[in-house]
């Protein structure tokens, strides 16, 4: 399938409202999804032009006035049986990545334990949730060499997606640039299961933006970014976590709130208590 082809099934996604568009509105609407890839607007253009052309001929989109189109039944049909295409693909994506996330989760709670012991004065005393991940970064390489785990890594603030800078897009196809506080992945070498682990670290007592970091643990443990994947093996919006995590440190009470994340759900909810000794009271 060519680009021409790409551009026009992501047209059809678009439209499949049924609701007449613009075709200014259309190339609007592709530019914000393929921001990210930098495509000269010029040649975007020109292939949402091709593409256009393309769709009325097959008669799954109609013009109904000048520069006006909708799309059409058999446009509908045919994004019904290219979604029941996607929808394969990501059911194993999604097999893949529970098996991947019990992985996550015994790599998760032997780091912690790590991390706990070895910088328990520093949490008693108080540092900033940058060095506190910094440690937790530390303690993870450290859990992945003990676990003999060597295709997967630790990285806090890490901004890049291949190529790219590392970006999400939510369902109102609004475009964010990322960085999430502490991922372990395979910095793209493994293409089985890139993204392992995705960690969002606050301190009780800091309330900024947990919202937003629960929202970005949401789209990045998502299947698929909106709901679909349009033909990309490794979508270029970030998606695919096998498990997410907000850790809410609670340092008066020596305790941890963990929200565990799924399929883009939260799934789960621990408290774990620690002593002043750094162990993990069970």
């Not at 670290?201 to 709901?227: A, F, P, Q």
Request: glycine share 4%; charged share 35%; with cysteine.
């Amino acid at each position: 399938m060519d680009k021409v082809d790409k551009i026009g099934i992501e047209i059809l996604y678009y439209m499949r409202n049924k609701k007449s568009y613009t075709r200014i509105e259309i190339e609007k609407q592709l530019e914000e999804r393929h921001k990210i890839e930098k495509i000269p607007v010029k040649r975007l253009k020109i292939w949402v032009s091709f593409a256009l052309t393309r769709l009325t001929k097959q008669n799954l989109i109609k013009r109904i006035d000048r520069g006006v189109y909708q799309i059409s039944n058999n446009g509908l049909e045919k994004l019904k049986d290219t979604k029941a295409v996607l929808q394969e693909r990501l059911n194993k994506y999604s097999v893949q990545a529970d098996k991947k996330a019990k992985l996550a989760i015994k790599v998760f709670y032997n780091a912690n334990k790590l991390f706990i012991k070895d910088n328990i004065r520093n949490i008693e005393l108080g540092v900033s949730e940058v060095t506190l991940q910094g440690d937790f970064a530390q303690a993870f390489k450290d859990s992945l060499k003990e676990m003999k785990i060597y295709n997967y890594y630790s990285d806090i603030n890490y901004n890049k997606n291949k190529y790219f800078t590392k970006c999400i897009i939510n369902e109102k196809m609004e475009y964010f640039d990322i960085f999430c506080d502490l991922i372990i992945h395979s910095r793209g070498e493994s293409l089985e299961q890139d993204n392992l682990l995705a960690i969002e670290m606050k301190k009780k007592e800091n309330r900024k933006d947990r919202l937003k970091d629960i929202k970005r643990l949401e789209i990045m443990t998502s299947d698929s970014y909106i709901g679909e994947i349009l033909f990309d093996e490794l979508p270029p919006y970030i998606c695919r976590y096998s498990l997410g995590i907000f850790y809410d440190l609670d340092v008066k009470r020596r305790q941890i709130k963990l929200d565990f994340y799924q399929h883009g759900e939260l799934v789960k909810t621990q408290t774990i208590h620690y002593n002043s000794n750094g162990e993990i009271v069970e």
